[in-house]
């Protein structure tokens, strides 16, 4: 055998690394899985309003508008992070209609926290049990969705949303 | 505290390896203290893994990794699994084996004590770039900056008792190829001409292929019965990589036997060492960085992507670059005739890398092009399919004579009894598929299968006096090898080639009929468990004689970590598995996948097979 054939390894050693480097450096995260929910209809529910006992919101009353759908709870610390940006988006895409969700959460505390953090919501429903989480397959708080106007599920972030977030994909949608 | 103690450990372990290292110009050890080191090295990470392990029992949760990972109602088993269930805690326990391989070699080796020393100092080096790699990047003994009463809790797809053993399982089988690597490096590099580390490969390198053959299969079996999806291999990145040593590894194994005819190949065989510790490497390596989307994205971090690409590149770069400076010059005039047993192992061995080739190519693909091209495409099952398994196919044919064959001559013995052997088989199988369903994968499948059980019976039936010693089980060793890969080929081909899907909406006391059973769903039941809320439904399978079995297929809701996950409910048979997935419910009606999987205990049997040979091999050195 000659150089030339023990060689080779060494060279598609090299080759192999070489892409996996740039690979890296070039930041690409292929660890986003796309919820299986993505472009599926919106799971059917209904939910109190934290404010008021006897307003109740059905999932079907959304259709015709776009929906960004996010769970929260006082308890979540990434929640309160991402809090204010909100505010941002119900700014920049004042047509949609922001919902919340407090999620496995103590009425009162819920109230509490959004006296201090402000209120961005549009509608604030109750998910005491955390039932309508469980069918939108909430992995973990905080979880945000985005729905059009034909109840489709068109995005979904989970963690805390941040304004990369916000410019990169949610702001391209309208 | 506890933390402390198994850092610290950790530190003096690793310096202890780095004593070792000392050249001999500079400080002279004895043997003795060498060995002392070594040892006490291996006992310090050790201490170090128990410790962490200590810190999930009793849910210590001043330490970092433990809140992350654990939560104080998790049962007690998976309250330690937990300690392998992320990635510090997995590389640690990675380091762990790599030091104790280390350490039972130094018991057990044979060898000359300059040889022992080196392949130990190349072992302590690896142990070393792992050390530091967790000393710098994956500490899991970092103190938790917040005071906190409750972990977060384990990914509960990972609260599962097969999954609890599958990463130590494939780890030993990983790890122990980096033993395989140490010596085939230490037998570049050594003056004397001794031979012994050739037998040595040969034990080690069987046994880290019957822990991978495990970990592999625990894996599947898990995807089988957990993830819902009817099958029990994907195709799946992580999978694949991790079938690349395995392959690498039958052709070292396979490689090795031609010592018997007194043709050590060395080169070949020092070059499939290096290759498969560093497949080993490169599948931590995709698996922890991150870089590869799969079933197993919960473990990934792309942060440490880069420090593992450069152990990577510096352990499989070291490895060929002494290889290519070093290689053995000795000439080995191969007695290669048209179908020896030379020949016969080295097709096999030019089928296996052209396998392995064409998975890393597949594996690898989608990053090659997403770098090039900037779009992202995924290489699945039907590229994998269309490849990997003709370039197999030739290579099944061979291996029921392949045992028979002469290493001198070109004749076999009876040749004319395994020809009409075979031709008989041929016309009962392809009669049986012509009378069923008629499927040309199936027809090729089943051929091959069995007529690798039956040749190989036939050989062992010709050659060897039948008695119930262990002698005969060690001497027809190979032959059962092989039969567990023809059992595990009939299974295949069955489970994958003659699966049926059937899809259902039924309500509570509705009843379905699939081939000559009935199917009676019975009711749901929503149950509290320890650490999750299951939800079952519960199907009854009723045939003429009365009830066979319950079945229950359901979800499991984990409220610590707020994840649903999904129980597939088997009914095993030897013959079929019925297999069913629950999915989702409107008005009363609740969708169900009905799976019929023929014969896939037979997967299960053959490969339980092949991990008996593999032990049997071990033993018989």
Redesign the interface.
Same mark, same amino acid.
């Given at each position: 055998m000659n150089r030339a054939v023990l060689i080779t390894p060494l060279m598609v050693l090299t080759t192999i690394c070489l892409f996996f480097l740039i690979f890296i450096l070039l930041g690409k995260n292929p660890n986003d899985p796309p919820s299986a929910l993505l472009n599926k209809s919106l799971p059917i529910f209904s939910s109190t309003n934290l404010y008021d006992n006897d307003d109740t919101l059905l999932s079907d009353s959304l259709k015709g508008n776009y929906t960004l759908i996010n769970f929260f709870a006082s308890w979540c610390t990434p929640c309160r992070a991402e809090h204010h940006l909100f505010f941002k988006i119900q700014k920049e895409i004042p047509e949609l209609f922001i919902l919340g969700f407090s999620h496995k959460d103590d009425l009162g505390d819920s109230k509490k926290y959004l006296e201090e953090e402000g209120n961005p919501y549009s509608f604030v429903g109750i998910d005491r049990d955390g039932k309508i989480a469980f069918d939108f397959g909430v992995f973990g708080l905080p979880e945000t969705f985005i729905i059009n106007k034909d109840g489709e599920i068109i995005f979904k972030h989970t963690g805390p949303l941040t304004k990369k977030i916000i410019d990169d994909e949610i702001s391209i949608l309208f | 505290m506890i933390s402390l103690i198994g850092f610290s450990a950790l530190c003096l372990s690793s310096i202890f390896s780095c004593i070792v290292l000392i050249p001999k110009s500079i400080l002279q050890i004895k043997i003795k203290y060498f060995l002392f080191f070594i040892r006490s090295s291996t006992f310090l990470v050790c201490l170090s893994f128990l410790s962490l392990i200590f810190a999930y029992v009793t849910s210590d949760f001043s330490n970092f990794n433990v809140f992350q990972n654990s939560h104080s109602e998790k049962p007690l088993i998976y309250k330690i699994t937990g300690a392998w269930g992320n990635h510090e805690g997995s590389i640690l326990l990675w380091v762990c084996m790599i030091s104790i391989y280390g350490f039972i070699y130094s018991l057990l080796s044979k060898s000359l004590d300059s040889f022992k020393i080196l392949v130990l100092k190349i072992q302590s080096s690896l142990f070393i770039i792992f050390c530091f790699f967790i000393i710098f990047t994956s500490n899991p003994f970092l103190v938790n900056s917040v005071i906190v009463e409750e972990g977060l809790g384990l990914n509960p797809i990972l609260q599962d008792p097969a999954l609890a053993i599958h990463p130590p399982m494939l780890y030993l089988g990983y790890v122990g190829f980096s033993l395989v690597f140490s010596l085939a490096i230490a037998s570049l590099l050594k003056t004397e001409s001794d031979q012994m580390w050739v037998l040595e490969t040969q034990k080690w390198s069987i046994i880290s292929w019957g822990f991978l053959t495990a970990g592999i299969a625990l894996g599947s079996y898990w995807a089988y019965y957990e993830l819902g999806w009817g099958g029990w291999w994907f195709w799946d990145p992580v999978e694949n990589i991790s079938l690349m040593p395995w392959i690498a590894g039958l052709a070292l194994v396979h490689s090795l036997l031609m010592i018997k005819g007194e043709q050590a190949i060395q080169?070949w065989i020092v070059?499939l060492s290096? /290759?498969c510790f &560093?497949l080993s490497i490169l599948g931590t390596?995709l698996v922890r &960085?991150?870089? /590869? =989307?799969s079933v197993h !994205?919960f473990a990934?971090d792309?942060s440490r992507?880069?420090f593992i690409?450069l152990i990577?590149?510096v352990t =499989?770069?070291f490895g060929?670059?002494v290889?290519?400076i070093k &290689?053995p010059t000795k000439k080995n005039d191969l007695n290669l005739l048209l179908i020896n047993k030379t020949s016969a192992l080295i097709i096999n061995n030019i089928l296996m890398m052209i396998a392995v080739l064409t998975i890393l190519i597949g594996t690898?693909y989608p990053?090659?092009i997403?770098?090039l091209t900037n779009t992202?495409i995924s290489v699945g099952g039907p590229y994998f399919n269309s490849t990997v398994l003709p370039i197999l196919l030739p290579g099944f044919l061979l291996m029921s004579v392949a045992p028979v064959l002469s290493w001198q001559t070109n004749k076999i013995k009876k040749f004319r009894v395994y020809v009409i052997c075979f031709l008989i088989l041929s016309l009962i199988i392809t009669i049986q598929s012509y009378l069923t369903t008629f499927n040309p994968w199936g027809l090729i499948g089943l051929l091959l299968g069995s007529w690798i059980i039956v040749g190989s019976l036939i050989s062992v039936i010709l050659r060897y006096k039948f008695s119930f010693t262990s002698k005969y089980i060690k001497s027809i060793n190979s032959f059962t090898a092989h039969i567990g890969v023809g059992v595990m080929i009939i299974g295949v081909t069955y489970s994958s080639v003659y699966q049926k899907e059937f899809n259902f909406n039924m309500q509570i006391g509705d009843e379905i009929t699939i081939e000559n059973q009935l199917l009676k769903f019975d009711e749901i039941k929503i149950v509290d468990q320890e650490n999750y809320q299951s939800l079952r439904a519960v199907f009854s399978l009723i045939n003429n004689n009365g009830i066979i079995s319950y079945i229950d297929p359901g979800k499991n809701?984990y409220?610590v !970590?707020?994840?649903?996950t999904t129980e597939a409910g088997i009914y095993h048979a030897w013959l079929k598995d019925i297999y069913i997935t629950l999915g989702s419910e409107t008005d009363n009606q609740w969708f169900i996948k009905v799976y019929i999987n023929p014969l896939v205990s037979f997967i299960w049997i053959g490969v339980f097979i092949m991990i008996f040979a593999s032990i049997v091999a071990v033993i018989k050195k």
């Open positions: - | 080169r070059f290096i /290759l &560093s390596f &960085s991150g870089i /590869l =989307t !994205s990934a792309a992507g880069l690409l990577f590149f =499989t770069g060929f670059l290889f290519l &290689s690898i990053i090659i997403e770098v992202r809701y409220p !970590s707020k994840m649903i």
